[in-house]
């Protein structure tokens, strides 16, 4: 799975690498915002139908125990039809829902008031099953009748049973509260229904809600028409606030997760690629740098053969001209140190190229030097150089790299300026103090044609060139400046380009910047 998700991972970084930063974070927050709202709506549903089943098995709950005591109460009819007993008051003591026991005789009247015993006679028509005689839901109590049975003879009488509705309930087994007045599961309200008349059983508050679950069914006796209706709100307060908060707090972390894999995934294949470019363009830069510096050394090596030669000639006249001859060899030997600091240089480059040594140089003596390395193939380009510096401004850095990243920036600006036929081809190196605080900045400005326009946003990476190179300079410089902590950048002058490199300050290059600001 492990290896499935790296897979997969690793196919996702074109994509990203394709998008800029805000976009990125853009696409994050969007996929954040989905992941939220998706997990959200799951809860939420799940939360639903979880309080929509307990709610309906409560309801059939419900249904069941009222219908269990209907039946009941046709029971008892049935078995005082059959038994054809006297009025028993002790009825009620043992069927507590039972408020009254009548019994009408053969040839006799119901001993009630005259509208009461009316509703009774009238219940009385259908023999052999029990009937509701009156209900009265307002006032929590219905009649049922039993008429008399068929061929009983004159003894044969017919029974009444009075039946409070708030003491049908069995409260013990109640799944809604176990008492007329106790708060309601899942706050439903719950009431029997008769025709347009309603008793309520329990009283829910129902207010503010985002769903309605609805429960009818009629009792399972005959004799009680009466339908058992439940309804129970799902409001705000019933929401998974927990869960939701706990899936917010799960899908924030895997994301992080993922996209701090995806970076590292990104920044290991980003240190390879580096790595490899590096090796390539290394074998490039040095190349360039030997072809610089073997023009450089045909100087001082032939100024060491003229002077040594004209020493020679001057020490044969007679008399020989000792002070000429002098100072001949003292030309040799200045001629023979700076080729010598020539191969020195070299030398430097190839045994150290990563050494990655920080230490302060002055920015604007380096420049220096690379100038002057370059000042053969100035002098052939015809490009007239100067370096702008006031004072000493110390920088924290690899001096090899730094060496590289000018000399790169260098030979670029002098290349531009190859086409250039309509005015003189002037190259300047400019030392000041960064724009940061705490950088020193060192210019590279030229008058040439500049970089087109749909290189600029991909000017610093691999192998994008204008000139027809493997246009791996400049990433390099890039990579080179950002390891030391500073950064390059690019601007269109005009005429020209003009290219920056921003280096962390020494503490002598910061008194410096103070000093200048101030």
């Given at each position: ?46 939360s639903i139908e979880s309080s929509r ?136 309200r719950v009431w029997l229904e008769y ?89 490039n830069a040095l190349g360039e740098l ?229």
């Open positions: 799975m492990g290896q499935n998700f790296r897979m997969r991972s690793i196919s996702l970084l074109p994509s990203l690498a394709g998008l800029s930063r805000p976009q990125r974070r853009l696409l994050w927050g969007a996929l954040w915002l989905a992941g939220i709202l998706t997990g959200a709506m799951l809860l939420v549903g799940q089943n307990a709610f309906e098995t409560n309801a059939r709950i419900a249904h069941r125990l009222l219908s269990q005591r209907a039946v009941q109460h046709e029971a008892v009819l049935a078995t005082l039809s059959l038994m054809q007993p006297s009025v028993d008051e002790r009825l009620p003591a043992v069927y507590p829902q039972f408020l009254q026991m009548l019994r009408r005789g053969a040839d006799q009247a119901w001993p009630v008031p005259p509208a009461l015993a009316a509703a009774l006679s009238n219940a009385e028509r259908i023999k052999g099953k029990p009937q509701l005689a009156l209900a009265d839901l307002a006032a929590g109590r219905f009649w049922i009748v039993m008429p008399a049975v068929d061929g009983a003879g004159p003894q044969g009488a017919a029974y009444a049973l009075e039946v409070s509705l708030p003491l049908m309930v069995p409260w013990a087994e109640w799944p809604f509260g176990d008492s007329p007045d106790a708060l309601p599961a899942q706050d439903a025709r347009s008349a309603r008793w309520p059983v329990n009283a829910g508050a129902g207010q503010g809600e985002i769903r309605r679950f609805v429960f009818r069914k009629h009792l399972a006796a005959e004799s009680q028409p009466f339908d058992l209706v439940a309804e129970r709100s799902y409001r705000v307060a019933d929401l998974p606030w927990l869960s939701m908060l706990l899936w917010l707090l799960i899908w924030s972390a895997a994301l992080g997760g993922l996209a701090l894999a995806l970076r590292q995934i990104q920044a290991r294949r980003r240190a390879e690629e580096l790595l490899r470019l590096g090796q390539v363009s290394r074998l030997a072809a610089g510096l073997a023009h450089e050394l045909n100087q001082p090596l032939t100024a060491v053969l003229a002077n040594t030669q004209a020493a020679i000639r001057l020490l044969a006249d007679e008399p020989p001209e000792l002070d000429a001859a002098r100072t001949a060899m003292d030309a040799t030997v200045t001629q023979a140190r700076r080729a010598a600091d020539v191969v020195s240089r070299l030398r430097r480059v190839i045994e150290r190229p990563n050494s990655g040594e920080r230490t302060a140089l002055d920015l604007a003596d380096v420049a220096r030097g690379v100038l002057q390395l370059l000042e053969p193939e100035s002098r052939r380009r015809e490009v007239a150089s100067r370096i702008q510096a006031h004072e000493a401004v110390m920088v924290l850095g690899d001096p090899v790299a730094i060496e590289q990243i000018i000399y790169n920036l260098l030979v670029n600006a002098l290349a531009a300026l190859d086409n250039v036929t309509d005015r003189g081809r002037t190259l300047l190196v400019a030392v000041a103090v960064g724009n940061r605080p705490g950088t020193v900045r060192l210019l590279v400005r030229d008058n040439g044609s500049g970089v087109a326009p749909e290189l600029v946003e991909r000017l610093f990476e691999p192998f994008v060139s204008g000139r027809g190179g493997l246009g791996l300079g400049l990433s390099l410089c890039q990579t080179l400046a950002e390891e030391m902590g500073g950064r390059l950048s690019y601007q269109a002058a005009t005429p020209g380009a003009e290219f920056s490199l921003e280096l962390p300050a020494a503490i002598t290059g910061t008194a410096n910047a103070e000093r200048k600001h101030t």
